[in-house]
């Protein structure tokens, strides 16, 4: 399976301020998705970042707020933008494997996230 | 995606076969069953998926009801290091990404 690789590991921001996060993957993967974790929850899809086009936003997320990129294969980028306390949270990339050769289903690998504290 | 329910916590002495439960009584005739962990402080990590079939891999045992309805994650022999939150997803397998329940927190008492 892929190795994920994000960058902060972890990052105290003040408010109003914006944050870049970096993923980068040591192969080329079409689906690249990005998910927040809030103190105690469970994960929240983001969006889905393909290359070539712009990404797809969940529903409660917007281009504006969480800019994306995807310039090639291997590589993204989530910014949180304008920040406030409510988006302290652990956010993680996750890119979707190839097709189990058995069953055809899809499986994702997962970076270790990104922990932003906001100020 | 169906959705899931998995109790909320479940305790298992170390050594012994961890079982976890989920329901899944709305899942399609397409969709997956797949199981991921998440240690505390670490991303999701991938365990195993089914469709129909039992199956089992070096992690993990899946063992889903012949109706689909209901399925249960099996460790057969839990150590400290399983202690983590255990989530049950219901999926078409296809180029989307998961939707994630509150899933399990398991605990392996020593």
């Known amino acids: 399976s892929a190795v994920i690789s994000q960058k902060p590991s972890r990052d105290i921001c003040q408010r109003g301020t914006s944050l870049t996060i970096q993923c980068q993957v040591d192969?080329?993967?079409?689906?690249m998705f990005w998910y927040r974790q809030q103190p105690g929850q469970s994960l929240t899809l983001i969006a889905t970042?393909?290359?070539?086009?712009?990404?797809?936003?969940e529903s409660g997320f917007v281009i504006d707020k969480f800019p994306i990129s995807r310039p090639n294969l291997t590589f993204s980028t989530l910014t949180v933008s304008n920040m406030s306390p409510e988006d302290s949270s652990i956010y993680l990339c996750?890119?979707?494997?190839?097709?189990?050769?058995?069953?055809?289903?899809?499986?994702?690998?997962f970076g270790a996230g990104s922990r932003l504290t906001v100020l | 995606d169906a959705k899931t329910t998995q109790p909320t916590s479940m305790d298992c002495a170390e050594g012994r076969a961890a079982n976890l439960p989920c329901n899944h009584s709305?899942?399609?005739?397409?969709?997956?069953v797949y199981w991921y962990r998440q240690i505390h402080s670490q991303g999701p990590q991938y365990i195993i998926h089914g469709l129909k079939n039992n199956e089992t891999n070096e992690m993990a045992s899946l063992i889903i009801t012949e109706d689909r309805k209901s399925s249960t994650l099996i460790l057969p022999h839990a150590t400290l290091r399983d202690t983590a939150v255990y989530y049950c997803?219901?999926?078409?397998?296809?180029?989307?990404?998961?939707?994630f329940g509150k899933g399990t927190h398991l605990i392996i008492q020593p």
């Open positions: 709305t899942i399609s005739g397409n969709e997956y």
């Open positions: 997803i219901v999926s078409g397998g296809g180029a989307d990404g998961l939707t």
């Open positions: 192969s080329q993967v079409t689906m």
């Open positions: 996750s890119v979707l494997g190839t097709p189990d050769r058995s069953s055809g289903a899809n499986v994702l690998t």
């Open positions: 970042a393909n290359q070539g086009s712009e990404a797809t936003y």
